[in-house]
């Protein structure tokens, strides 16, 4: 799954959210969507990302499931503090009531809370889990093309040394016996030289040198 796929995910979650949370509501009840929906909504989206860029990464370990529970925690904890903040303390002091009756008490306030918060942090992680597996799937193929690019320069840089010395002998040979044929021989043994170590380092090379090179 590459970044594009990740975007139009979290904007088709997210539309899905705002759909069912404030569009949906106002045509069923032919009213105007409450307060209390934007709030929710609001506290969802800080937390969706909050536990899918700090928590997830940071505590998320299949090997030390304690951390992953801590983390899990913490979300939950955020996802509370915040909604209380917004609903039972800023709502409250705006229009004189929250959400919840007043004489609610917290620890049953952040109980009831979790099952709200469940399937925001739930497909937060998911999400962040795809994109975690997307991009080390991504460096292994990477890592494997670039070992094969590795491989494939090294066999086309190699010349085999008895090569190389069979042919420094036979001009050696010619040199020695003042051919007319030295220098060519020593001229096509250089072309071929810049050729293996030059030329090669291309992507793409002509067809015609690589005949001329194999001849």
Known sequence: MNKKQIIFLH??????????????????????????????????????????????PLFFNPKKLYLSVIGYILSVTCFVLLRYVSEELVLKAIRGFGNYHPKTVFWFYFYDNIYYSGSTIFISTL????????????????????????????????????????????????????????LPAIEELSELLRYSTKDLQQDFIPLKREVGYIE
Do not use: M, R
Request: hydrophobic share 50%; glycine share 0%.
């Open 11 to 56: 904007i088709f979650y997210w539309f899905l959210n705002i759909a069912v949370s404030i569009v949906l509501p106002f045509f069923v009840e032919l009213s105007k969507v409450g307060v209390l929906n934007y709030t929710f909504l609001a506290v969802s989206i800080v937390v969706f990302y909050f536990n899918y860029f700090f928590i997830v």
């Open 127 to 182: 999400f962040c889990l795809f994109k975690i597996f997307s991009k080390s799937e991504e460096e292994k193929v990477n890592l494997v093309n670039e070992k094969k690019s590795a491989e494939i320069q090294a066999l086309k840089t190699q010349i085999n040394p008895h090569f190389i010395f069979n042919s420094l002998n036979n001009i050696y040979s010619l040199v020695y016996q003042k051919s007319d044929k030295a």
